[in-house]
T-cell receptor
């Protein structure tokens, strides 16, 4: 069965420092991996995705994520955090299947990122 | 511009009442999904649809139902609201099921309180 884990409920970072939000996954076959961000009282917004190709994926707002197949991880990173990056971040995974519900996105429980000035 | 809208944004209802949450998308997406978001649980799938007249149960479907009579709408009905259904509900849509190239587009959510 597909699953995704975000081991940290909250990550605290000082503004200007690099940030990492962790995600590990389990899926049969090649994964489709996504990161979404949720600001207070808003819906989820797409940040970036990994489908195939280069293991380092660049997305919106200066975020990037590194796909590591051997560690089954897809950590979200940013070289220099901003206070405005404070939000809830969700990792999601889908497998590539030819039928059934396995193509649906499975979401992690979310990690709250807090960036302090 | 295409969009996905949910209504109402906030709803307070009494235990035992039937409640319907609306979701309308103008993306012309075949796939639509309902999730609930609760602290400590993240997003959990309630029901989903891959097209008109197609509906499927998700992880937490008990007490909920959906119907899909057209491409644009997937209303979520709570047959008899319970306090455990107090949550924030999100509707989402996607262009295709496989491969999942574009991810999901989410509505802004409905905050439901059952008293």
């Amino acid at each position: 069965a597909q699953s995704v884990a975000q081991p940290e409920d909250q990550v605290n970072v000082a503004e200007g420092n690099p940030l990492t939000v962790k995600c590990t996954y389990s899926v049969s076959g090649n994964p489709y991996l996504f990161w979404y961000v949720q600001y207070p009282n808003r819906g989820l917004q797409f940040l970036l995705k990994y489908i195939t190709g280069d293991n380092l994926v660049k997305g919106s707002y200066g975020f990037e994520a590194e796909f590591n197949k051997s560690q089954t991880s897809f950590h979200l990173k940013k070289p220099s955090a901003l206070v405005s990056d404070s939000a809830l971040y969700f990792c999601a995974v889908s497998g590539f299947y030819y039928g059934g519900s396995q193509g649906n996105l499975i979401f992690g429980k979310g990690t709250k990122l807090s960036v302090k000035p | 511009d295409a969009e996905i809208t949910q209504s109402p944004r906030h709803k307070i209802t009494e235990t035992g009442r039937q409640v319907t949450l609306a979701c309308h998308q103008t993306w012309n997406h075949n796939n639509m999904f309902w999730y609930r978001q609760d602290l400590g649980h993240g997003l959990r799938l309630i029901h989903y649809s891959y097209g008109v007249h197609d509906t499927n149960k998700g992880e937490v479907s008990d007490g909920y139902s959906v119907s899909r009579s057209n491409t644009e709408d997937l209303p979520l009905t709570l047959e008899s609201a319970a306090s455990s259904q107090t949550s924030v509900y999100f509707c989402a849509s996607s262009e295709e099921r496989r491969p999942l190239l574009y991810g999901y587009t989410f509505g802004s959510g409905t905050r439901l309180t059952v008293v």
